[in-house]
């Protein structure tokens, strides 16, 4: 891709593939500058794409000037994360599920001695339930252990512990559950070029789901395996990788 920019440039799909691709591999900055270039529109089965892009590069930003103990840029880019820029194309769906970002927000603004505003960001992660994802709303998802560790935050220990312990339950009934397209599901991914293996896919998920659990309650070593484990089978999955690399530069959960 980067040795046909021209290319590139034609195509929102190889757009978002690209900085999907530099996300990966590190390369938040680019990825942020890629998708400031372009005006997206929407397609059939892109749905959520430049979105998701834009969400992660900011996280990613966002932790790295944390770590750096750079605590206003970390909350520019948590505040950005949450108020996508019109040139996406696309908004944010009401019941999706922004657990995530709230909760990286809380922390840099109770960091910032704002306690009222990080008191609100875990409050709003907390008090999710739920996601909308595939054209459905899911009880558990990926956004459910940062509900968990906001409600931490808060000093509600046994409520987070409780989700978490739930999470687990439903990874583990997940991981044994048949696999199949949702009916409501009426566009597939952009570029999928192979035959999907559902029991795999949704295998790996159980698995990533079962990591965070893991990692909510404590039990780093456990997270961190099941992390590789996720990346052993699919190499690109996002969340794992953002997740691994957290405790490669040490924060881990903040």
């Not at 108020?83 to 996406?88: D, F, I, R, T």
Request: glycine fraction near 6%.
């Amino acid at each position: 891709l980067e040795k046909n920019p021209a290319l590139v440039r034609q195509r929102d799909d190889l757009t978002v593939e690209l900085c999907a691709l530099l996300n990966q591999t590190g390369r938040h900055v680019e990825a942020m500058q890629l998708l400031a270039q372009r005006e997206f529109q929407p397609w059939e089965g892109g749905e959520g794409g430049p979105l998701g892009q834009h969400v992660r590069t900011q996280l990613a930003l966002g932790r790295e000037a944390l770590a750096q103990h750079d605590f206003p840029c970390a909350a520019s880019h948590f505040e950005k994360a949450l108020l996508p820029p019109e040139n996406l194309g696309e908004a944010r769906h009401l019941l999706a599920n922004q657990s995530d970002v709230h909760y990286w927000a809380g922390v840099v603004y109770d960091l910032l001695r704002e306690k009222k505003t990080a008191k609100q960001h875990w409050l709003a992660a907390a008090r999710f339930r739920g996601d909308f994802q595939q054209m459905s709303v899911r009880a558990f998802s990926e956004m459910t252990c940062w509900s968990a560790l906001s409600l931490e935050k808060l000093g509600r220990k046994p409520e987070a512990k409780k989700l978490l312990l739930d999470l687990l339950a439903h990874a583990r009934a997940l991981r044994k559950a048949p696999a199949k397209i949702d009916y409501f599901a009426t566009s597939l991914p952009a570029l999928l070029l192979f035959d999907d293996d559902l029991p795999f896919r949704q295998e790996t998920t159980a698995l990533f789901l079962q990591a965070q659990a893991r990692l909510g309650l404590g039990q780093k070593a456990k997270a961190q395996a099941l992390l590789r484990n996720v990346l052993q089978r699919d190499p690109n999955h996002p969340l794992a990788a953002d997740l691994l690399g957290g405790f490669a530069q040490g924060k881990g959960k903040s």
